[in-house]
């Protein structure tokens, strides 16, 4: 398009990627990520089809894990967003199967944000899906895949780049970044998967105070975003649950009349100034 401000411009016309994967890795032991790097690059994972982005935490923690995800997220230029733990190696199955499995998503389910190795069931919290072998199991293959999950497990997430998805960047620490991760892509009408991707993960995981801590601001974080409230626009008013029946039943425009008469009697009441803004909503619906 030409312009005659003299002003240079760039057209984003399609969402164009470099690399088919970006692996990313928090490193606090290089010696793993060496070994991780080797077992990728022998798994057919090379810099034609890839890129590898790290934080260095093997000295200071530069970032935590929530905020270095938030910085592979941002800056892969991968179409597909590999996040994996410096201790896990492609040890059984190799890119090929992976893409395979991805390939098969994108038929099943066009809507899926996060695939992983080990998650329950979106409805029943008594039923695992898991394809790992780690320190106490070997070669295990528990369920039918793919499957739905709520979450998956941190150690590997395979995450849609196009969605641009973020975890919260005010919980913090290095627990439950996954299942923040899934929470998001679930409340945008996106689902996670476990799928039938074996790995090696070399540790499993050890839950401390500090675990306890993220859990908590993790349940705080959530029980903010899912309060029954009101929200008005410039152009209009929403009443937002969780609850169907309640959005529909309170999504009424006799609804948000009452709601309004409810806020001018309580301000009256409370002394404030009561200020009549509906004259330049005319156009709008409420």
Same mark, same amino acid.
């Given at each position: 398009?030409?312009?005659?401000?003299?002003?240079?411009?760039?057209?984003? @016309?399609?969402?164009?990627?470099?690399?088919?994967?970006?692996?990313?890795?928090?490193?606090?032991?290089?010696?793993?990520?060496?070994?991780?790097?080797?077992?990728?690059?022998?798994?057919?994972?090379?810099?034609? &089809?890839?890129?590898?982005?790290?934080?260095?935490?093997?000295?200071?923690?530069?970032?935590?894990?929530?905020?270095?995800?938030?910085?592979?997220?941002?800056?892969?230029?991968?179409?597909?967003?590999?996040?994996?733990?410096?201790? #896990?190696?492609?040890?059984?199955?190799?890119?090929?199967?992976?893409?395979?499995?991805?390939?098969? *998503?994108?038929?099943?389910?066009?809507?899926?944000?996060?695939?992983?190795?080990?998650?329950?069931?979106?409805?029943? *919290?008594?039923?695992?899906?898991?394809?790992?072998?780690?320190?106490?199991?070997?070669?295990?293959?528990?369920? +039918?895949?793919?499957?739905?999950?709520?979450?998956?497990?941190?150690?590997? *997430?395979?995450?849609? &780049?196009?969605?641009?998805?973020?975890? +919260?960047?005010?919980?913090?620490?290095?627990?439950?970044?996954?299942?923040?991760?899934?929470?998001?892509?679930?409340?945008?009408?996106?689902?996670?998967?476990?799928? @039938?991707?074996?790995?090696?993960?070399?540790?499993?995981? %050890?839950?401390?105070?500090?675990?306890? @801590?993220?859990? &908590?601001?993790?349940?705080?974080?959530?029980?903010?975003?899912?309060?029954?409230?009101?929200?008005?626009?410039?152009?209009?008013?929403?009443?937002?649950?969780?609850?169907? #029946?309640?959005? %529909?039943?309170?999504?009424?425009?006799?609804?948000?009349?009452?709601?309004?008469?409810?806020?001018?009697?309580?301000?009256?009441?409370?002394?404030?100034?009561?200020?009549?803004?509906?004259?330049?909503?005319?156009?709008?619906?409420?």
């Amino acid at each position: 398009m030409e312009t005659s401000s003299g002003l240079t411009l760039n057209e984003i @016309d399609e969402i164009k990627y470099e690399k088919f994967f970006s692996i990313c890795t928090l490193v606090a032991n290089k010696a793993e990520y060496e070994l991780l790097l080797l077992s990728a690059k022998n798994a057919g994972f090379t810099n034609d &089809n890839s890129e590898f982005l790290y934080i260095n935490n093997s000295e200071t923690n530069k970032f935590n894990a929530f905020d270095g995800l938030n910085q592979f997220l941002n800056k892969a230029k991968g179409k597909y967003v590999i996040l994996v733990h410096q201790d #896990v190696e492609f040890k059984f199955d190799n890119v090929d199967i992976l893409i395979n499995r991805i390939d098969e *998503m994108n038929e099943i389910d066009p809507k899926w944000a996060v695939l992983g190795n080990t998650g329950y069931h979106i409805n029943n *919290m008594n039923k695992q899906y898991t394809r790992i072998t780690d320190p106490g199991h070997n070669n295990q293959k528990d369920g +039918s895949f793919p499957s739905e999950v709520s979450c998956v497990d941190e150690n590997i *997430m395979i995450v849609k &780049n196009d969605l641009n998805l973020m975890t +919260s960047n005010n919980i913090g620490h290095f627990h439950l970044y996954g299942a923040d991760l899934c929470l998001q892509a679930t409340m945008q009408g996106y689902h996670n998967y476990v799928i @039938d991707f074996h790995i090696l993960h070399k540790s499993g995981g %050890f839950p401390n105070q500090s675990f306890y @801590d993220t859990k &908590n601001r993790l349940i705080s974080q959530y029980e903010n975003s899912s309060k029954v409230k009101f929200l008005r626009t410039p152009c209009t008013v929403l009443f937002l649950s969780n609850s169907k #029946v309640l959005n %529909f039943l309170m999504n009424r425009k006799i609804m948000y009349s009452l709601k309004k008469r409810y806020d001018t009697f309580r301000s009256k009441l409370k002394g404030e100034k009561v200020l009549n803004n509906n004259k330049t909503q005319s156009k709008c619906d409420i």
